[in-house]
């Protein structure tokens, strides 16, 4: 199965906003509002004093890498970069230990070798997304996949009809311009069951598709 | 942590109604009712077809087992006979394959030898819910232990100050007499931060709660 697990947008259905860079990974987007619901829960990676909140958007947080075996992500999620490699110094926005903890496939037209990081490594593999698709599968080892963004690799996979279950969080703030994943979450009705449930917290709608 | 997770009770706060007995384990209550927002869901045990929702009361349903390393369950959960064992034969409700998979501690005053079915090894444990926790916990290995039920068993460890989160998935019927957790959820608000969603589905509301 592919899903996606704890993509947000905005309530005008951006993932990012323009002019993404090394200092802003979400572009015009402040991260800080687009995933205020994220970062209070108890499940946030790499909190480990126990405190957080256990609420509905903590249930949502904790389930992201529950029965997943490996991820795919566009190269933007990547890196900042654009075209060609000419550094291969980056590793990514996440340290010396990324969160993800399993193969992760970025999908890119600019293939550079794979490198471990903690328990992660990262592969650089092109391809229509079904091929992506069919070697994170094979990594996965009959774990699921996560397609964990952005919006344009999200679209690209929905597209291809290889998309089995979402968690899409709105979060109450809007972009404008930049990434987008949709013009209103309603789109995907023709092709999925659709639930949409409102956080207590405020900072979120979650939505919930599944064929 | 002890975590009590999707224990469901009727609107009237009942967990099983009066009259438990070998065809009835909820006694007057109908199962099918209170638990119907478990029984349509993706991951309702033993489930391997596919099929099934994956909406909100799935992601619950799906939360269950995740991060728990031995449960606890109360006399009443385990069987309906009452007294001193006069028969070891009955081995629970849950056939050759208990969805539990981990070590599982029944608080009895009526001891019995540890019996292990499929992935699942039932220990008979008497004691205070301290007592029946230390126990519980080494088991766990480091994870989570859960609180199974029945209602009079969670309200002895909520006395006892022991329960760290509950998720309590309170369904649209009433049972009128019964083993009760409590009049309102209200009740645990002096203890706990407290959020409530109801589900798209109407087959319950889901409370969650936590220190």
Redesign the interface.
């Known amino acids: 199965m592919l899903r996606v697990q704890n993509f947000t947008v905005s309530a005008d259905g951006y993932g990012s906003g323009e002019g993404q860079s090394l200092d802003q990974p979400f572009g015009t987007a402040n991260p800080g509002e687009l995933m205020s619901w994220f970062f209070p829960t ?1 499940s946030l990676p790499g909190r480990s004093d126990g405190s957080g ?4 958007d903590d ?2 947080a ?2 992201w890498a ?2 997943i075996g490996a991820e795919i992500m566009g190269a933007n999620k990547f890196s900042p970069h654009r075209g060609p490699w000419t550094d291969l110094s980056w590793q990514g926005w996440w340290g010396d230990e990324p969160p993800f903890r399993t193969p992760v496939f970025v999908w890119t037209h600019h293939l550079r070798p794979s490198f471990t990081l903690g328990e992660t490594t990262f592969h650089f593999v092109s391809g229509s997304p079904a091929d992506v698709l069919a070697q994170a599968t094979e990594a996965a080892g009959g774990l699921d996949v996560r397609l964990g963004g952005g919006a344009a690799s999200v679209r690209a996979f929905l597209d291809a009809g290889l998309v089995d ?1 979402l968690h899409v969080a709105v979060a109450p703030v809007t972009i404008g311009a930049g990434s987008r994943l949709w013009t209103s979450p309603s789109e995907l009705e023709d092709r999925y ?1 659709h ?3 409102a ?3 405020g900072r979120a709608v ?1 939505h ?1 598709f ?1 064929r």
Not at 53 to 56: A, E, P, W
């Open positions: 108890a909140t256990r609420g509905l249930l949502f904790r389930d529950h029965g279950t069951h639930e949409q449930v956080s207590p917290t979650h919930l599944w």
